[in-house]
Protein backbone atom coordinates (compact mmCIF):
# COMPACT_ATOMS: atom_id res chain seq x y z
CA UNK A 1 0.00 0.00 0.00
CA UNK A 2 1.62 3.47 -1.09
CA UNK A 3 1.90 5.97 1.78
CA UNK A 4 2.71 8.94 1.74
CA UNK A 5 6.27 9.05 3.09
CA UNK A 6 8.67 11.65 4.72
CA UNK A 7 12.43 11.84 4.49
CA UNK A 8 14.71 10.77 7.29
CA UNK A 9 15.62 13.93 9.99
CA UNK A 10 19.28 12.19 8.85
CA UNK A 11 18.26 14.16 5.00
CA UNK A 12 18.25 17.72 6.56
CA UNK A 13 20.14 20.65 5.26
CA UNK A 14 21.33 17.76 2.18
CA UNK A 15 18.68 18.74 -0.03
CA UNK A 16 19.02 19.26 -3.65
CA UNK A 17 18.19 22.78 -6.05
CA UNK A 18 17.58 23.34 -9.20
CA UNK A 19 15.05 23.98 -11.94
CA UNK A 20 13.18 22.53 -14.83
CA UNK A 21 16.25 22.19 -16.64
CA UNK A 22 18.98 20.85 -14.48
CA UNK A 23 19.41 19.79 -11.07
CA UNK A 24 22.34 19.91 -8.86
CA UNK A 25 23.21 17.25 -5.75
CA UNK A 26 19.88 14.69 -6.29
CA UNK A 27 20.95 11.84 -4.53
CA UNK A 28 17.54 9.28 -4.26
CA UNK A 29 19.29 7.59 -1.52
CA UNK A 30 20.09 10.64 0.58
CA UNK A 31 17.38 13.35 -0.30
CA UNK A 32 14.98 11.80 -2.32
CA UNK A 33 12.13 8.95 -2.39
CA UNK A 34 14.93 6.48 -1.38
CA UNK A 35 15.49 8.16 1.61
CA UNK A 36 12.16 8.03 3.13
CA UNK A 37 11.27 6.34 6.59
CA UNK A 38 9.48 2.90 6.49
CA UNK A 39 8.42 2.36 10.57
CA UNK A 40 6.47 -0.64 9.12
CA UNK A 41 10.30 -2.19 9.16
CA UNK A 42 12.39 -2.49 12.50
CA UNK A 43 15.62 -3.69 11.52
CA UNK A 44 16.96 -6.12 13.58
CA UNK A 45 20.67 -6.02 15.30
CA UNK A 46 22.22 -7.86 12.60
CA UNK A 47 20.96 -5.86 9.39
CA UNK A 48 21.55 -2.40 11.71
CA UNK A 49 25.35 -3.87 11.57
CA UNK A 50 25.30 -3.94 7.93
CA UNK A 51 23.43 -0.85 6.99
CA UNK A 52 26.35 0.98 9.52
CA UNK A 53 28.59 -1.11 6.68
CA UNK A 54 26.85 -0.08 4.01
CA UNK A 55 27.34 3.82 4.87
CA UNK A 56 30.88 3.14 5.87
CA UNK A 57 31.56 1.85 2.27
CA UNK A 58 29.62 4.24 0.69
CA UNK A 59 32.03 7.01 2.31
CA UNK A 60 35.05 5.31 1.56
CA UNK A 61 33.85 4.93 -1.89
CA UNK A 62 34.16 8.67 -1.94
CA UNK A 63 36.53 9.39 0.10
CA UNK A 64 39.23 6.67 -1.90
CA UNK A 65 38.31 8.51 -5.13
CA UNK A 66 38.88 11.98 -3.48
CA UNK A 67 42.83 10.30 -2.47
CA UNK A 68 43.05 8.93 -5.55
CA UNK A 69 41.87 11.31 -8.40
CA UNK A 70 41.35 14.78 -6.07
CA UNK A 71 38.09 15.36 -7.53
CA UNK A 72 35.37 15.37 -5.74
CA UNK A 73 31.48 17.03 -6.31
CA UNK A 74 28.41 17.85 -4.07
CA UNK A 75 26.60 14.89 -4.62
CA UNK A 76 29.38 13.46 -2.93
CA UNK A 77 29.39 15.65 0.20
CA UNK A 78 25.56 15.32 0.28
CA UNK A 79 26.50 11.03 0.35
CA UNK A 80 29.02 11.53 3.44
CA UNK A 81 27.11 14.14 5.21
CA UNK A 82 24.35 11.44 5.42
CA UNK A 83 26.58 8.53 5.88
CA UNK A 84 28.05 9.96 8.95
CA UNK A 85 24.53 10.54 10.05
CA UNK A 86 23.65 7.07 10.20
CA UNK A 87 26.51 5.68 11.34
CA UNK A 88 26.69 7.88 14.51
CA UNK A 89 22.88 6.76 14.81
CA UNK A 90 24.08 3.04 14.95
CA UNK A 91 27.26 4.11 17.49
CA UNK A 92 24.64 5.30 19.27
CA UNK A 93 23.02 1.92 19.55
CA UNK A 94 25.93 -0.73 19.23
CA UNK A 95 28.96 -0.93 21.51
CA UNK A 96 31.77 0.37 20.92
CA UNK A 97 33.76 -3.36 20.50
CA UNK A 98 30.67 -3.96 18.03
CA UNK A 99 31.60 -0.81 16.08
CA UNK A 100 35.64 -0.93 15.95
CA UNK A 101 35.05 -4.82 14.72
CA UNK A 102 32.23 -3.36 11.97
CA UNK A 103 34.24 -1.24 10.64
CA UNK A 104 37.17 -2.85 10.63
CA UNK A 105 35.69 -5.60 8.82
CA UNK A 106 33.94 -2.78 6.40
CA UNK A 107 37.05 -1.41 4.96
CA UNK A 108 39.33 -5.21 4.85
CA UNK A 109 35.96 -5.89 2.58
CA UNK A 110 36.38 -2.03 0.83
CA UNK A 111 40.13 -3.04 0.50
CA UNK A 112 39.37 -6.74 -0.58
CA UNK A 113 36.98 -5.57 -3.65
CA UNK A 114 39.33 -2.71 -4.95
CA UNK A 115 42.77 -4.58 -4.10
CA UNK A 116 44.13 -1.69 -2.61
CA UNK A 117 47.96 -2.21 -1.25
CA UNK A 118 48.82 -1.85 2.02
CA UNK A 119 51.09 0.90 1.07
CA UNK A 120 48.51 2.73 -0.65
CA UNK A 121 45.51 2.03 2.27
CA UNK A 122 48.43 3.66 4.93
CA UNK A 123 48.95 6.43 3.06
CA UNK A 124 44.91 7.14 2.61
CA UNK A 125 44.72 6.56 6.18
CA UNK A 126 47.71 7.72 7.95
CA UNK A 127 49.48 9.65 4.74
CA UNK A 128 50.26 13.76 4.98
CA UNK A 129 49.12 16.34 2.69
CA UNK A 130 52.50 15.74 0.84
CA UNK A 131 52.41 12.24 0.58
CA UNK A 132 48.31 12.59 -0.50
CA UNK A 133 49.64 14.82 -3.60
CA UNK A 134 52.31 12.37 -4.52
CA UNK A 135 49.89 9.82 -4.66
CA UNK A 136 47.81 11.68 -6.73
CA UNK A 137 50.34 12.82 -9.08
CA UNK A 138 51.69 9.12 -9.53
CA UNK A 139 47.78 7.92 -10.89
CA UNK A 140 47.78 10.97 -13.08
CA UNK A 141 51.02 10.06 -14.70
CA UNK A 142 49.83 6.35 -14.83
CA UNK A 143 46.67 8.21 -16.69
CA UNK A 144 48.41 9.95 -18.92
CA UNK A 145 51.09 7.13 -19.78
CA UNK A 146 48.35 4.69 -20.39
CA UNK A 147 46.56 7.58 -22.68
CA UNK A 148 49.77 7.58 -24.49
CA UNK A 149 50.36 3.87 -25.03
CA UNK A 150 46.49 3.19 -26.07
CA UNK A 151 46.02 3.82 -30.19
CA UNK A 152 41.95 3.73 -29.64
CA UNK A 153 39.58 5.54 -31.68
CA UNK A 154 39.14 7.03 -27.92
CA UNK A 155 42.31 8.45 -27.69
CA UNK A 156 42.62 9.89 -31.92
CA UNK A 157 39.07 10.78 -30.64
CA UNK A 158 40.13 12.76 -27.54
CA UNK A 159 43.24 14.32 -29.53
CA UNK A 160 41.29 16.24 -31.49
CA UNK A 161 39.51 19.08 -29.70
CA UNK A 162 35.95 19.80 -30.93
CA UNK A 163 34.83 23.20 -29.47
CA UNK A 164 31.21 22.39 -29.86
CA UNK A 165 32.04 19.00 -26.90
CA UNK A 166 31.30 21.43 -24.09
CA UNK A 167 31.42 19.72 -20.48
CA UNK A 168 27.26 19.62 -19.51
CA UNK A 169 25.18 18.69 -16.16
CA UNK A 170 23.54 15.51 -16.13
CA UNK A 171 19.95 15.33 -14.44
CA UNK A 172 21.66 14.99 -10.94
CA UNK A 173 23.95 17.65 -11.53
CA UNK A 174 27.52 15.93 -11.60
CA UNK A 175 29.53 17.19 -14.25
CA UNK A 176 30.04 15.20 -17.88
CA UNK A 177 33.06 16.00 -19.37
CA UNK A 178 33.27 14.71 -23.16
CA UNK A 179 37.17 12.80 -23.87
CA UNK A 180 37.17 15.94 -27.12
CA UNK A 181 36.21 18.36 -24.72
CA UNK A 182 38.30 21.71 -25.62
CA UNK A 183 42.15 21.23 -23.21
CA UNK A 184 40.73 23.87 -21.36
CA UNK A 185 38.17 21.42 -19.14
CA UNK A 186 40.87 18.49 -19.51
CA UNK A 187 41.47 17.96 -15.99
CA UNK A 188 43.48 14.86 -16.33
CA UNK A 189 45.76 16.71 -18.87
CA UNK A 190 46.48 19.88 -17.06
CA UNK A 191 43.48 21.38 -17.88
CA UNK A 192 41.06 22.82 -14.98
CA UNK A 193 39.63 20.71 -12.49
CA UNK A 194 35.97 19.52 -12.39
CA UNK A 195 35.13 21.80 -9.33
CA UNK A 196 36.05 24.86 -11.82
CA UNK A 197 34.56 23.43 -14.69
CA UNK A 198 30.93 22.93 -12.43
CA UNK A 199 31.11 26.31 -11.21
CA UNK A 200 31.53 27.64 -14.89
CA UNK A 201 28.83 25.68 -16.12
CA UNK A 202 26.30 26.99 -12.98
CA UNK A 203 27.15 30.42 -13.64
CA UNK A 204 26.29 30.30 -17.43
CA UNK A 205 22.78 28.69 -16.57
CA UNK A 206 22.48 31.21 -13.75
CA UNK A 207 22.76 33.66 -16.29
CA UNK A 208 20.21 31.68 -18.37
CA UNK A 209 17.81 32.01 -15.79
CA UNK A 210 18.37 35.45 -15.15
CA UNK A 211 17.24 36.41 -19.03
Known amino acids: MDKKRKLS????????????????????????????????????????IQLAKYWIGRSLDNDFFYFTYAQTGSSEWRTNKYADRRIDRAAEILSEDEMKQLIAEAEKDFKEKYGISDEDWNIFKNGSKEEWQAHQDKVQQEIMTQLSETDSPRKLEAETEDESAIPFLDQNGEVVIPHNCPKKYRWWDDGQSIEETRAELLRHLDKLDRK
Do not use: C, M, Q, R
Open 9 to 48: SDSEGLGYWGNANFVVGHVSEVNGTEASEIPEFVPTKHEL
